[in-house]
Structures are given as C-alpha cells and as structure tokens.
C-alpha cells in the first residue's frame, strides 16, 4: 500500500487540550479521462493540438483518435466503440434500490442538492409527494445513479421535511485506504482515557451546533461593516487568557472539565 500524503496541517482544541494534526487527502476522484492521439505517428496530441513527433500545430480534429491511458499506453477507442459503451441517461436520476440511513458504505459526499417537484409539470407533483411520503415511512434511503461528465455518478436521495435532498457521494475505489495514513504506536492510560470522557460528557450538546445556521465569523464581519456604515465603533471582545503549556495531558483535562463546570455555574 502507498503512503498517503499530507496536504496541510492544522490543530484540534479538545478543551484545554491542543491535538496537533496533519490532513491527508481522503478521496482520489476516478473520472474518465480520455486523450488524443496523432492517427498518423500514434503520439499524444499536446495543447493546442501539437503533434512533438510530426512537430506539426493545429491537427485537424479528424486527424486525432480518441484514447484511453493504460500504464501510460494510449489505447485508441473507435467512435463506434464508444458509442456502444454503456451509458445511463444523461438527464436521468434512476432509483436502483434501496438502504437504511446509517446502512450506506460511502463516507464521503461530494455535493448535496434539494430536490423539489418540477412547477412546470403538475402531472408529476403526485409522483414527488409519493417518493417522498414512501421514504418517510420506511425511513430507508434511495440509492440511485445518474450520467455527469464522463462518470456515472452514485447519490442517495433522502426525505427531508417537505424536500428530498440528493447527495452526490464518491465511489469506495475512490476512496483512499485510511491505513496509508502513517500513524506511529501511541499508549494511553486507562485512567487518561477516563479523564478525556469525563471532558466529552462534559461538553456541550453537538447537535445545537450542527443546527446552527449562520457562519460567527461572517456575522462578526457584518456586524462590523454595519457599525461602519453607521458611524459606530464597535468594542473588541478581550481575548481570552491562552491555557499555562503543560505536557501533562491528565492535568490538561482536568482543568478543562473544571472550567466547563465553571461555566455552567455563571
């Protein structure tokens, strides 16, 4: 297996904790990638349609074939071949079957999309309203594919309030193996373990801050551009006093429970 690449690093705050962390890509996206070939040399045709070998500019569009790279081997696909490959309606969402919500392989959406019905075809609002009471009852999620380039794309579709919501996920083979990240062997205590629950326990509930609905920093820099416009200077909060470093993480962690409890008290 290849190890996998840091792209960039950044830090985790786990309370009065500091995780430091590198990032490594999860996905290798696998779309289609075809090349062109000069007919006449067999050499890959470079932009703007320069032919190395013939050092020729400009080849004409019938003068290339279309091909696909196979350990850096051009292989030429006739158009007849390529119209005979097996492609999905480009237009289409089809439903192959089914999952329950936490039954899907996938660990990683590319895009997500309401759907909602089309207000120019009444015909079919009935049909949208059905999908979706259907996946409210059983609660399963559909999983369908549909053309986007020269992919075939997987997504799920989802019930949600009044709308289905259509996420685009990414294939498994293109999903990179969470084993080629390099990870040395690292020994916690029971008791430290312990500790950190204790400060996870202690923690706010997550789920208000997933339903939070506005970005604070973009609402600080609005705030702050409208007392701008109106002539007002705006206080700076104080910053908070930086945690004493320490490398003792169990002292760490009981500091960081003792200054949630505080918090709760005022």
């Given at each position: 297996m290849s190890e996998l690449k840091s792209t960039t690093s950044g830090m985790i705050e786990f309370g009065m904790v500091s995780v430091p962390v590198r990032f490594y890509a999860a996905v290798s996206e696998k779309s289609v990638s075809f090349k062109n070939r000069h007919k006449g040399c067999s050499s890959p045709v470079q932009a703007p349609r320069y032919c190395p070998d013939c050092d020729t500019y400009g080849i004409a569009q019938d003068a290339m074939e279309k091909c696909f790279e196979v350990s850096k081997t051009l292989v030429a696909l006739s158009d007849e071949e390529l119209a005979n490959l097996p492609r999905i309606n480009s237009k289409a969402i089809t439903i192959e079957g089914f999952t329950g919500h936490d039954e899907t392989p996938y660990v990683a959406v590319e895009k997500s999309y309401y759907l909602g019905p089309d207000d120019r075809l009444d015909v079919g609002h009935k049909a949208f309203a059905l999908l979706r009471?259907?996946?409210?009852?059983?609660?399963?999620?559909?999983v369908a594919k549909l053309a986007r380039s020269n992919k075939e794309q997987i997504a799920t579709i989802t019930a949600v309030g009044d709308?289905?919501?259509?996420?685009?996920?990414?294939?498994?083979?293109?999903?990179?193996?969470?084993?080629?990240?390099?990870?040395?062997?690292?020994?916690?205590?029971?008791?430290?373990?312990?500790?950190?629950?204790?400060?996870?326990?202690?923690?706010?509930?997550?789920d208000e801050i997933l339903n939070e609905r506005v970005d604070g920093f973009k609402a600080a820099v609005v705030e702050v551009v409208n007392a701008k416009l109106e002539g007002k200077v705006?206080?700076?909060?104080?910053?908070?006093?930086?945690?004493?470093?320490?490398?003792?993480?169990?002292?760490?962690?009981?500091?960081?429970?003792?200054?949630?409890?505080?918090?709760?008290?005022?």
């Open positions: 009471a259907a996946l409210r009852v059983t609660g399963k999620t559909a709308v289905l919501q259509i996420d685009y996920l990414y294939w498994s083979e293109e999903m990179n193996d969470h084993r080629n990240v390099p990870m040395p062997q690292i020994e916690v205590s029971d008791a430290e373990v312990a500790m950190a629950v204790n400060l996870i326990e202690a923690m706010p509930d997550g705006l206080e700076m909060p104080a910053k908070p006093a930086a945690p004493a470093k320490t490398d003792d993480l169990a002292a760490m962690l009981q500091a960081s429970v003792a200054a949630l409890k505080k918090e709760k008290v005022a």
